[in-house]
């Protein structure tokens, strides 16, 4: 494949789908990280009494700012996979070019016909 210069509006596309790449991974932290202090950490630490049994009802908050979280993941998903068609005019194929492999190995260049 020949290089070539990239336009201004690939380049933004490029820009667009890392960022959404980029808020998709610190969204999928942060609904973890809320997920397991929600359903987990809380109610292990009131049963072993750290926490006051009145910390229960930090759990419903909690639950729903994950479900945005979830929400907001989904959005970026959609986005992301709308700005990755600035790949297609960039790369004209998603795969490389040559002789195919299979799952063991066995393949490789196709044999050329003289």
Aim: hydrophobic share 50%; proline share 5%; glycine share 10%.
């Amino acid at each position: 494949m020949d290089p070539a210069t990239l336009s201004n509006a690939e380049w933004t596309g490029i820009a667009n789908m890392l960022t959404n790449l980029w808020v998709m991974l610190l969204l999928i932290i942060c609904i973890g990280t809320l997920y397991l202090a929600t359903h987990v950490g809380i109610p292990s630490l009131v049963a072993s009494h750290p926490l006051p049994q009145s910390a229960q009802r930090l759990r419903l908050p909690l639950y729903v700012l994950m479900f945005v979280g979830m929400a907001l993941y989904a959005y970026f998903v959609a986005a992301a996979i709308g700005e990755s068609s600035v790949l297609g005019d960039i790369f004209d194929t998603y795969w490389i070019k040559g002789g195919s492999i299979d799952l063991l190995g066995h393949g490789g260049n196709p044999q050329s016909v003289h």
